[in-house]
């Protein structure tokens, strides 16, 4: 069974960090996209980055600068780097990836992470 584990949410002040961590578990063939995406109360769940797996990168813009997504390959792991994090950018945070296994080809989400930005 194909599972992504979602890590390092939590509570920090405006202007702080934290890393996300997100590991794919189970028997898979390969990994197309690894993104994050976050759904804040009342709203949509929006984009924040994805990498591919030749690495190219996109970000949505207001986080641009201060975040950097990155994945290790060889250990089918996501990981977003978050500083000088607003009170805006408080959500649940999902991880995502294309993953090629056994079924065929799905999108994958992880069960949610909340990162709250609070003074």
């Known amino acids: 069974q194909v599972q992504l584990v979602e890590s390092g949410g939590g509570l920090v002040q405006p202007g702080g960090s934290l890393r996300l961590s997100c590991a794919v578990s189970?028997?898979?063939?390969?990994?197309?996209?690894m993104g994050w995406y976050r759904q804040a109360p009342g709203k949509e769940r929006e984009l924040v980055a994805t990498?591919?797996?030749?690495?190219?990168?996109i970000y949505t813009d207001s986080v641009k600068g201060r975040f950097t997504i990155s994945r290790d390959n060889a250990k089918n792991t996501v990981f977003l780097q978050m500083n000088s994090l607003k009170p805006e950018d408080t959500a649940v945070y999902y991880c995502?990836?294309?993953?090629?296994?056994?079924?065929?080809?799905?999108?994958?989400w992880g069960q949610g992470t909340q990162v709250t930005v609070s003074s």
């Open positions: 189970g028997s898979i063939f390969g990994i197309s996209a």
């Open positions: 995502h990836a294309g993953i090629y296994y056994t079924g065929g080809y799905s999108d994958f």
């Open positions: 990498v591919r797996s030749g690495a190219s990168t």
